[in-house]
Protein backbone atom coordinates (compact mmCIF):
# COMPACT_ATOMS: atom_id res chain seq x y z
CA UNK A 1 0.00 0.00 0.00
CA UNK A 2 1.02 3.28 -0.89
CA UNK A 3 1.62 5.86 2.40
CA UNK A 4 -0.49 8.27 2.62
CA UNK A 5 0.62 11.83 1.37
CA UNK A 6 -1.38 14.64 3.19
CA UNK A 7 -4.70 14.93 4.77
CA UNK A 8 -6.98 15.13 2.69
CA UNK A 9 -6.20 11.60 1.35
CA UNK A 10 -6.22 10.12 4.74
CA UNK A 11 -9.66 12.09 5.22
CA UNK A 12 -10.99 10.58 2.39
CA UNK A 13 -9.39 7.38 2.00
CA UNK A 14 -9.43 6.84 6.15
CA UNK A 15 -13.07 5.05 6.04
CA UNK A 16 -11.96 2.05 3.68
CA UNK A 17 -8.35 1.48 5.37
CA UNK A 18 -9.16 1.70 9.23
CA UNK A 19 -11.68 0.41 11.83
CA UNK A 20 -14.37 2.04 12.29
CA UNK A 21 -15.03 3.89 15.84
CA UNK A 22 -11.40 2.84 17.06
CA UNK A 23 -8.55 4.76 17.95
CA UNK A 24 -4.96 4.64 19.63
CA UNK A 25 -4.18 7.52 21.92
CA UNK A 26 -0.53 7.31 23.11
CA UNK A 27 0.90 8.88 26.30
CA UNK A 28 4.37 8.95 25.70
CA UNK A 29 6.20 10.09 29.04
CA UNK A 30 9.86 11.61 28.11
CA UNK A 31 12.65 11.32 31.20
CA UNK A 32 14.88 14.43 31.11
CA UNK A 33 17.34 16.43 34.14
CA UNK A 34 15.21 15.16 36.61
CA UNK A 35 11.46 16.20 35.53
CA UNK A 36 8.78 14.25 33.47
CA UNK A 37 7.34 15.59 30.08
CA UNK A 38 4.61 14.62 27.82
CA UNK A 39 4.73 14.23 24.14
CA UNK A 40 1.65 16.73 22.61
CA UNK A 41 0.84 18.04 19.59
CA UNK A 42 -0.65 21.27 18.78
CA UNK A 43 -3.21 21.52 15.97
CA UNK A 44 -2.12 23.59 12.89
CA UNK A 45 -6.60 24.62 12.70
CA UNK A 46 -7.08 26.59 16.05
CA UNK A 47 -3.92 25.54 17.85
CA UNK A 48 -5.44 23.37 19.87
CA UNK A 49 -3.18 20.38 21.93
CA UNK A 50 -3.68 16.68 22.02
CA UNK A 51 -1.73 12.95 22.54
CA UNK A 52 -0.25 11.32 19.60
CA UNK A 53 -2.89 9.31 18.19
CA UNK A 54 -4.22 7.13 15.53
CA UNK A 55 -6.13 4.85 14.07
CA UNK A 56 -6.19 0.66 14.02
CA UNK A 57 -5.79 -0.73 10.33
CA UNK A 58 -8.57 -3.55 9.14
CA UNK A 59 -5.59 -5.83 9.59
CA UNK A 60 -3.48 -4.75 11.75
CA UNK A 61 -3.17 -5.78 15.86
CA UNK A 62 -4.06 -2.58 18.08
CA UNK A 63 -0.39 -3.41 19.78
CA UNK A 64 0.81 -2.71 16.24
CA UNK A 65 -1.60 0.45 15.62
CA UNK A 66 0.08 1.74 19.01
CA UNK A 67 4.15 1.26 18.01
CA UNK A 68 3.41 2.50 14.65
CA UNK A 69 1.93 5.75 15.94
CA UNK A 70 4.64 6.33 18.32
CA UNK A 71 7.33 5.40 15.68
CA UNK A 72 6.29 8.22 13.47
CA UNK A 73 5.90 10.91 16.26
CA UNK A 74 8.78 9.91 17.87
CA UNK A 75 11.46 8.42 15.60
CA UNK A 76 11.97 5.61 18.15
CA UNK A 77 11.62 1.91 17.59
CA UNK A 78 11.82 -1.01 20.06
CA UNK A 79 9.83 1.01 22.97
CA UNK A 80 8.14 -1.07 25.90
CA UNK A 81 4.72 0.24 25.07
CA UNK A 82 1.78 -0.42 28.01
CA UNK A 83 -1.86 -0.74 26.79
CA UNK A 84 -3.52 0.64 30.41
CA UNK A 85 -7.08 1.56 29.39
CA UNK A 86 -9.99 1.89 26.98
CA UNK A 87 -12.19 4.95 26.77
CA UNK A 88 -15.50 4.13 26.05
CA UNK A 89 -17.87 7.03 27.13
CA UNK A 90 -20.11 8.07 24.16
CA UNK A 91 -19.51 11.59 24.46
CA UNK A 92 -16.00 11.57 25.37
CA UNK A 93 -15.14 13.20 21.88
CA UNK A 94 -18.10 15.12 21.73
CA UNK A 95 -16.31 18.68 20.84
CA UNK A 96 -15.47 17.37 17.44
CA UNK A 97 -16.34 20.33 15.80
CA UNK A 98 -12.96 21.40 17.00
CA UNK A 99 -11.55 18.89 13.49
CA UNK A 100 -14.21 21.02 11.18
CA UNK A 101 -14.04 18.62 8.53
CA UNK A 102 -16.24 18.60 5.53
CA UNK A 103 -17.84 16.70 3.09
CA UNK A 104 -19.31 13.47 3.08
CA UNK A 105 -15.48 11.43 2.73
CA UNK A 106 -14.63 12.18 6.21
CA UNK A 107 -17.98 11.09 8.04
CA UNK A 108 -16.12 8.51 9.82
CA UNK A 109 -14.25 11.11 11.37
CA UNK A 110 -16.78 12.74 13.09
CA UNK A 111 -18.51 9.48 14.70
CA UNK A 112 -17.89 7.66 17.85
CA UNK A 113 -14.80 6.91 18.52
CA UNK A 114 -13.77 4.47 21.39
CA UNK A 115 -10.01 4.85 22.09
CA UNK A 116 -7.46 2.45 23.33
CA UNK A 117 -4.91 4.19 25.68
CA UNK A 118 -0.78 3.04 25.54
CA UNK A 119 1.76 4.80 27.86
CA UNK A 120 5.51 4.51 27.13
CA UNK A 121 8.71 6.29 29.38
CA UNK A 122 11.32 7.15 27.00
CA UNK A 123 15.06 9.11 27.56
CA UNK A 124 13.39 12.65 25.88
CA UNK A 125 17.01 13.53 24.11
CA UNK A 126 16.33 10.23 22.14
CA UNK A 127 13.28 11.54 20.06
CA UNK A 128 13.29 12.98 17.64
CA UNK A 129 9.41 14.51 17.68
CA UNK A 130 7.13 14.90 14.50
CA UNK A 131 4.18 16.56 13.61
CA UNK A 132 1.37 14.61 12.28
CA UNK A 133 -1.16 15.82 9.29
CA UNK A 134 -3.33 17.71 11.38
CA UNK A 135 -0.48 19.42 13.68
CA UNK A 136 1.97 22.45 13.62
CA UNK A 137 4.06 21.13 16.25
CA UNK A 138 4.92 18.03 18.23
CA UNK A 139 6.41 18.83 21.78
CA UNK A 140 7.39 18.18 25.06
CA UNK A 141 5.34 19.58 28.06
CA UNK A 142 6.43 19.73 31.60
CA UNK A 143 3.67 17.50 33.42
CA UNK A 144 2.86 20.02 35.94
CA UNK A 145 2.26 22.19 33.30
CA UNK A 146 -0.08 21.07 30.80
CA UNK A 147 -2.32 23.18 28.40
CA UNK A 148 -5.98 21.96 28.49
CA UNK A 149 -6.02 19.13 25.91
CA UNK A 150 -9.04 18.14 23.26
CA UNK A 151 -11.63 15.83 24.52
CA UNK A 152 -11.05 13.83 27.31
CA UNK A 153 -7.55 13.26 26.81
CA UNK A 154 -6.60 15.28 30.24
CA UNK A 155 -8.15 12.63 31.81
CA UNK A 156 -6.29 9.90 29.58
CA UNK A 157 -3.00 11.46 30.54
CA UNK A 158 -4.00 11.48 34.53
CA UNK A 159 -5.23 7.48 34.31
CA UNK A 160 -2.02 6.28 31.95
CA UNK A 161 0.67 8.24 34.70
CA UNK A 162 -1.65 6.66 38.09
CA UNK A 163 -1.00 3.10 36.00
CA UNK A 164 2.63 4.05 35.17
CA UNK A 165 3.18 4.75 38.66
CA UNK A 166 1.41 1.65 39.77
CA UNK A 167 3.59 -0.68 37.74
CA UNK A 168 6.58 0.71 39.44
CA UNK A 169 5.46 -1.92 42.06
CA UNK A 170 6.03 -4.64 40.10
CA UNK A 171 8.24 -3.95 37.55
CA UNK A 172 11.90 -1.87 37.65
CA UNK A 173 12.67 0.98 35.55
CA UNK A 174 15.63 2.55 34.39
CA UNK A 175 16.53 0.78 31.60
CA UNK A 176 17.38 3.06 28.29
CA UNK A 177 16.46 5.81 30.88
CA UNK A 178 19.71 6.07 32.65
CA UNK A 179 23.20 5.78 31.47
CA UNK A 180 24.85 2.44 31.51
CA UNK A 181 26.28 2.84 34.26
CA UNK A 182 24.56 4.73 37.29
CA UNK A 183 25.10 5.48 40.89
CA UNK A 184 22.02 4.92 43.08
CA UNK A 185 21.42 8.67 43.95
CA UNK A 186 20.38 8.47 40.27
CA UNK A 187 18.16 5.76 40.14
CA UNK A 188 16.58 7.11 42.92
CA UNK A 189 15.87 10.80 41.34
CA UNK A 190 14.41 8.53 38.50
CA UNK A 191 11.92 6.72 40.78
CA UNK A 192 11.12 9.74 42.83
CA UNK A 193 10.65 12.10 39.42
CA UNK A 194 8.05 9.55 37.81
CA UNK A 195 6.20 9.31 41.40
CA UNK A 196 6.58 12.91 42.53
CA UNK A 197 7.72 12.56 45.71
CA UNK A 198 10.78 11.64 48.10
CA UNK A 199 12.12 8.97 48.73
CA UNK A 200 13.92 7.64 51.73
CA UNK A 201 17.59 6.97 50.88
CA UNK A 202 18.42 3.84 52.79
CA UNK A 203 14.80 2.21 51.88
CA UNK A 204 15.21 3.13 48.70
CA UNK A 205 18.83 1.17 48.26
CA UNK A 206 17.97 -1.63 50.52
CA UNK A 207 14.92 -2.37 48.12
CA UNK A 208 16.47 -1.62 45.29
CA UNK A 209 19.01 -4.16 45.72
CA UNK A 210 16.49 -6.78 47.21
CA UNK A 211 14.97 -7.26 44.03
CA UNK A 212 18.60 -8.92 42.82
CA UNK A 213 18.68 -6.96 39.16
CA UNK A 214 21.50 -4.40 39.63
CA UNK A 215 25.03 -5.14 39.94
CA UNK A 216 27.72 -3.16 41.47
CA UNK A 217 30.98 -2.14 39.55
CA UNK A 218 34.30 -1.96 40.80
CA UNK A 219 34.83 1.67 40.04
CA UNK A 220 33.26 4.72 41.66
CA UNK A 221 32.07 7.65 40.35
CA UNK A 222 34.44 10.23 40.98
CA UNK A 223 34.58 14.15 40.52
CA UNK A 224 32.16 15.27 42.90
CA UNK A 225 32.61 16.92 46.72
CA UNK A 226 31.32 13.68 48.53
CA UNK A 227 33.13 10.82 49.14
CA UNK A 228 32.84 8.85 45.90
CA UNK A 229 29.39 6.79 45.40
CA UNK A 230 29.63 3.28 44.00
CA UNK A 231 28.41 2.66 40.45
CA UNK A 232 25.86 0.44 39.71
CA UNK A 233 24.35 -1.27 35.83
CA UNK A 234 21.70 -3.62 34.77
CA UNK A 235 21.71 -7.62 34.67
CA UNK A 236 20.32 -7.01 31.37
CA UNK A 237 19.12 -10.66 31.91
CA UNK A 238 17.66 -10.27 35.73
CA UNK A 239 16.11 -7.40 34.36
CA UNK A 240 14.20 -8.53 31.24
CA UNK A 241 13.36 -11.20 33.31
CA UNK A 242 11.78 -9.02 36.17
CA UNK A 243 10.10 -6.92 33.09
CA UNK A 244 8.30 -9.72 31.86
CA UNK A 245 7.57 -12.03 35.41
CA UNK A 246 7.26 -8.76 37.17
CA UNK A 247 8.62 -8.28 41.11
CA UNK A 248 6.78 -6.83 44.11
CA UNK A 249 8.24 -3.91 45.13
CA UNK A 250 5.76 -2.13 47.10
CA UNK A 251 6.25 2.03 47.05
CA UNK B 1 -36.65 0.02 22.32
CA UNK B 2 -38.11 -3.11 22.23
CA UNK B 3 -36.25 -6.05 23.63
CA UNK B 4 -34.61 -8.38 20.82
CA UNK B 5 -36.65 -12.11 21.30
CA UNK B 6 -35.00 -14.67 19.57
CA UNK B 7 -30.97 -15.20 18.16
CA UNK B 8 -32.27 -14.68 14.44
CA UNK B 9 -33.66 -11.20 14.97
CA UNK B 10 -30.66 -10.34 17.26
CA UNK B 11 -28.14 -11.22 14.43
CA UNK B 12 -30.29 -9.49 12.17
CA UNK B 13 -30.73 -6.22 13.87
CA UNK B 14 -27.11 -6.36 15.31
CA UNK B 15 -25.56 -4.49 12.55
CA UNK B 16 -28.16 -1.08 13.19
CA UNK B 17 -27.71 -1.39 17.35
CA UNK B 18 -24.26 -2.03 17.50
CA UNK B 19 -20.84 -0.36 16.97
CA UNK B 20 -19.29 -2.56 14.28
CA UNK B 21 -15.96 -4.84 15.37
CA UNK B 22 -16.34 -4.54 19.08
CA UNK B 23 -17.29 -6.54 21.96
CA UNK B 24 -17.24 -6.88 25.63
CA UNK B 25 -15.85 -10.28 27.23
CA UNK B 26 -16.59 -10.65 30.90
CA UNK B 27 -14.20 -13.13 33.42
CA UNK B 28 -16.73 -13.43 36.24
CA UNK B 29 -14.87 -15.14 39.38
CA UNK B 30 -17.03 -16.66 41.91
CA UNK B 31 -15.97 -17.38 45.20
CA UNK B 32 -17.65 -19.87 47.51
CA UNK B 33 -16.44 -22.81 50.15
CA UNK B 34 -12.92 -21.61 49.61
CA UNK B 35 -12.59 -22.11 46.11
CA UNK B 36 -12.37 -19.99 42.70
CA UNK B 37 -14.88 -20.61 39.95
CA UNK B 38 -15.94 -18.67 36.13
CA UNK B 39 -18.61 -18.08 35.10
CA UNK B 40 -19.30 -20.21 31.70
CA UNK B 41 -21.62 -20.68 28.85
CA UNK B 42 -21.99 -23.19 26.83
CA UNK B 43 -23.36 -23.04 23.20
CA UNK B 44 -25.97 -25.23 21.79
CA UNK B 45 -24.40 -25.21 18.49
CA UNK B 46 -21.63 -27.78 19.08
CA UNK B 47 -21.10 -27.46 22.95
CA UNK B 48 -18.28 -24.94 22.50
CA UNK B 49 -17.62 -23.29 26.25
CA UNK B 50 -17.12 -19.36 25.97
CA UNK B 51 -17.22 -16.31 28.32
CA UNK B 52 -20.10 -14.39 28.89
CA UNK B 53 -20.09 -11.45 26.40
CA UNK B 54 -21.77 -9.05 24.26
CA UNK B 55 -22.00 -6.13 21.85
CA UNK B 56 -21.74 -1.92 22.65
CA UNK B 57 -24.90 -0.45 21.77
CA UNK B 58 -24.30 2.79 19.15
CA UNK B 59 -24.63 5.23 22.34
CA UNK B 60 -24.24 3.33 24.91
CA UNK B 61 -21.23 3.62 27.37
CA UNK B 62 -18.50 0.55 26.68
CA UNK B 63 -18.50 -0.25 31.22
CA UNK B 64 -22.35 0.14 30.72
CA UNK B 65 -22.32 -2.50 27.93
CA UNK B 66 -19.93 -4.64 30.48
CA UNK B 67 -22.82 -3.91 33.47
CA UNK B 68 -25.94 -5.11 31.10
CA UNK B 69 -23.89 -8.32 30.00
CA UNK B 70 -22.91 -9.11 33.73
CA UNK B 71 -26.80 -8.50 35.00
CA UNK B 72 -28.22 -10.63 32.14
CA UNK B 73 -26.52 -13.59 32.70
CA UNK B 74 -26.30 -13.72 36.90
CA UNK B 75 -29.21 -11.59 37.63
CA UNK B 76 -27.08 -9.30 39.66
CA UNK B 77 -26.95 -5.60 39.78
CA UNK B 78 -24.10 -2.70 41.54
CA UNK B 79 -21.24 -5.15 41.20
CA UNK B 80 -18.08 -3.39 40.41
CA UNK B 81 -16.92 -4.34 37.16
CA UNK B 82 -12.96 -3.78 36.60
CA UNK B 83 -12.02 -3.13 32.50
CA UNK B 84 -8.77 -5.03 32.53
CA UNK B 85 -7.75 -5.15 28.91
CA UNK B 86 -8.05 -4.61 25.34
CA UNK B 87 -7.89 -7.63 22.94
CA UNK B 88 -6.88 -6.63 19.66
CA UNK B 89 -4.97 -9.19 17.25
CA UNK B 90 -6.55 -9.72 13.92
CA UNK B 91 -6.61 -13.32 14.52
CA UNK B 92 -8.09 -13.36 17.68
CA UNK B 93 -11.85 -15.35 16.54
CA UNK B 94 -10.16 -16.52 13.58
CA UNK B 95 -12.67 -19.70 13.80
CA UNK B 96 -15.75 -18.03 13.31
CA UNK B 97 -16.92 -20.72 11.40
CA UNK B 98 -17.68 -22.16 14.49
CA UNK B 99 -20.88 -20.11 14.73
CA UNK B 100 -22.34 -20.76 11.91
CA UNK B 101 -24.15 -18.32 10.73
CA UNK B 102 -25.70 -18.07 7.37
CA UNK B 103 -27.09 -14.59 5.35
CA UNK B 104 -26.27 -11.44 4.43
CA UNK B 105 -27.61 -10.33 7.65
CA UNK B 106 -25.06 -11.84 9.71
CA UNK B 107 -21.97 -11.22 8.14
CA UNK B 108 -21.57 -8.28 11.18
CA UNK B 109 -20.76 -11.00 13.19
CA UNK B 110 -18.05 -12.47 11.15
CA UNK B 111 -16.05 -10.07 10.95
CA UNK B 112 -12.88 -8.81 13.17
CA UNK B 113 -13.69 -8.04 16.79
CA UNK B 114 -11.80 -6.17 19.23
CA UNK B 115 -12.72 -7.45 22.64
CA UNK B 116 -12.70 -5.41 25.97
CA UNK B 117 -12.07 -7.31 29.07
CA UNK B 118 -13.90 -6.90 32.15
CA UNK B 119 -13.59 -9.05 35.63
CA UNK B 120 -15.38 -9.27 38.52
CA UNK B 121 -15.56 -10.75 41.70
CA UNK B 122 -18.44 -12.16 43.46
CA UNK B 123 -20.43 -14.30 45.92
CA UNK B 124 -21.15 -17.81 43.70
CA UNK B 125 -24.30 -18.23 45.39
CA UNK B 126 -25.95 -15.12 45.11
CA UNK B 127 -25.94 -15.53 41.37
CA UNK B 128 -28.67 -16.89 39.15
CA UNK B 129 -26.78 -17.98 35.70
CA UNK B 130 -28.74 -17.08 33.10
CA UNK B 131 -27.66 -18.46 28.95
CA UNK B 132 -27.58 -16.25 26.33
CA UNK B 133 -29.17 -16.80 22.73
CA UNK B 134 -26.47 -19.11 22.08
CA UNK B 135 -26.18 -21.53 24.64
CA UNK B 136 -27.89 -24.25 26.50
CA UNK B 137 -26.37 -23.51 29.54
CA UNK B 138 -24.39 -21.14 31.77
CA UNK B 139 -22.00 -22.15 34.79
CA UNK B 140 -19.71 -22.21 37.01
CA UNK B 141 -16.35 -24.26 36.35
CA UNK B 142 -13.79 -24.67 38.79
CA UNK B 143 -10.41 -22.15 37.47
CA UNK B 144 -7.86 -25.25 37.93
CA UNK B 145 -10.93 -27.50 35.58
CA UNK B 146 -11.44 -25.13 32.95
CA UNK B 147 -12.58 -26.98 29.46
CA UNK B 148 -10.83 -25.86 26.20
CA UNK B 149 -12.53 -22.39 25.31
CA UNK B 150 -13.33 -20.69 22.14
CA UNK B 151 -11.18 -17.71 20.32
CA UNK B 152 -8.89 -16.19 22.87
CA UNK B 153 -10.89 -16.65 25.65
CA UNK B 154 -8.59 -18.89 27.51
CA UNK B 155 -6.27 -15.85 27.68
CA UNK B 156 -8.57 -13.93 28.62
CA UNK B 157 -9.23 -15.25 31.38
CA UNK B 158 -5.60 -15.85 32.29
CA UNK B 159 -4.62 -12.05 32.19
CA UNK B 160 -8.12 -11.18 34.17
CA UNK B 161 -6.74 -13.71 37.17
CA UNK B 162 -3.17 -12.45 36.82
CA UNK B 163 -4.70 -8.28 37.29
CA UNK B 164 -7.12 -9.80 40.47
CA UNK B 165 -4.50 -10.98 41.50
CA UNK B 166 -2.65 -7.58 40.98
CA UNK B 167 -5.05 -5.51 42.07
CA UNK B 168 -4.61 -7.59 45.71
CA UNK B 169 -1.61 -5.51 45.97
CA UNK B 170 -3.67 -1.96 46.19
CA UNK B 171 -7.46 -3.27 46.57
CA UNK B 172 -8.85 -4.59 49.28
CA UNK B 173 -11.37 -7.44 48.60
CA UNK B 174 -14.16 -9.42 51.20
CA UNK B 175 -16.76 -6.98 51.54
CA UNK B 176 -19.77 -8.78 49.15
CA UNK B 177 -17.81 -12.34 49.58
CA UNK B 178 -17.69 -13.00 53.12
CA UNK B 179 -20.45 -12.89 56.02
CA UNK B 180 -20.53 -9.07 57.73
CA UNK B 181 -18.92 -10.49 60.54
CA UNK B 182 -15.88 -12.84 59.79
CA UNK B 183 -12.60 -14.27 61.23
CA UNK B 184 -9.31 -13.83 60.45
CA UNK B 185 -8.84 -16.85 59.29
CA UNK B 186 -11.98 -16.55 57.39
CA UNK B 187 -10.40 -13.45 55.56
CA UNK B 188 -7.29 -14.78 54.92
CA UNK B 189 -8.56 -18.40 53.30
CA UNK B 190 -10.10 -15.43 50.43
CA UNK B 191 -6.98 -14.22 49.96
CA UNK B 192 -4.96 -17.48 49.90
CA UNK B 193 -7.79 -18.80 47.33
CA UNK B 194 -7.79 -15.75 45.10
CA UNK B 195 -3.42 -15.73 45.01
CA UNK B 196 -3.42 -19.75 44.99
CA UNK B 197 -1.05 -19.87 48.06
CA UNK B 198 -0.39 -20.09 51.55
CA UNK B 199 0.00 -16.92 53.19
CA UNK B 200 2.07 -16.60 56.68
CA UNK B 201 -0.72 -16.15 59.36
CA UNK B 202 0.90 -13.38 61.47
CA UNK B 203 2.24 -11.59 58.66
CA UNK B 204 -1.41 -11.44 56.84
CA UNK B 205 -2.94 -10.52 60.16
CA UNK B 206 -0.29 -7.86 60.57
CA UNK B 207 -0.78 -6.46 57.08
CA UNK B 208 -4.37 -6.34 57.23
CA UNK B 209 -4.37 -4.44 60.34
CA UNK B 210 -2.74 -1.89 59.27
CA UNK B 211 -4.81 -1.26 56.37
CA UNK B 212 -7.03 0.01 59.02
CA UNK B 213 -10.38 -0.82 57.23
CA UNK B 214 -11.42 -3.64 59.94
CA UNK B 215 -13.12 -3.59 63.22
CA UNK B 216 -12.68 -5.78 65.64
CA UNK B 217 -15.91 -7.00 67.28
CA UNK B 218 -16.56 -7.62 71.06
CA UNK B 219 -18.24 -10.79 70.31
CA UNK B 220 -16.23 -13.74 69.35
CA UNK B 221 -17.07 -16.42 67.27
CA UNK B 222 -17.78 -19.75 69.28
CA UNK B 223 -18.25 -23.31 68.45
CA UNK B 224 -14.95 -24.66 67.31
CA UNK B 225 -13.00 -26.58 69.16
CA UNK B 226 -10.24 -24.31 69.42
CA UNK B 227 -9.79 -20.67 71.73
CA UNK B 228 -12.68 -18.54 70.47
CA UNK B 229 -11.33 -16.21 67.80
CA UNK B 230 -12.23 -12.42 66.93
CA UNK B 231 -14.42 -11.21 64.64
CA UNK B 232 -14.12 -8.95 62.38
CA UNK B 233 -16.31 -6.38 60.26
CA UNK B 234 -15.28 -4.06 57.55
CA UNK B 235 -15.55 -0.54 58.49
CA UNK B 236 -17.47 0.05 55.19
CA UNK B 237 -16.41 4.30 54.84
CA UNK B 238 -13.17 3.36 55.22
CA UNK B 239 -13.35 0.12 53.05
CA UNK B 240 -15.10 2.29 50.48
CA UNK B 241 -12.22 5.43 50.50
CA UNK B 242 -9.44 2.12 50.16
CA UNK B 243 -11.14 0.77 47.30
CA UNK B 244 -11.18 4.43 45.55
CA UNK B 245 -7.84 5.56 46.18
CA UNK B 246 -6.03 2.33 46.48
CA UNK B 247 -3.81 1.16 49.58
CA UNK B 248 -0.70 -0.71 49.56
CA UNK B 249 -0.84 -3.86 50.58
CA UNK B 250 2.47 -6.12 48.42
CA UNK B 251 1.76 -9.95 48.81
Not at 143 to 159: G, S
Not at 161 to 166: G, P, S, T, V
Not at 186 to 194: D, N, P
Request: proline share 4%; aromatic share 12%; hydrophobic share 35%.
Amino acid sequence: MKKIRDFQEFVSKGERLYLRHLSVDCVIFGFHDDSLKVLLLKWKDGGHWCLPGGFVKKNEAVDDSATRILKDRTGLDDIFLQQFHAFGDPFRDRNKELLSIQGKSGKWLMERFITIGYYALVEYSKVSPQPDWLSEECKWVDIHKLPKLIYDHQDIVRKALAELRRSLNDHPIGYNLLPEKFTMPELQRLYETVLDKTLDRRNFQKKMLSLKILERLKERKTGGAHKAPYLYRFDKKKYAKAVKQGLRFGF
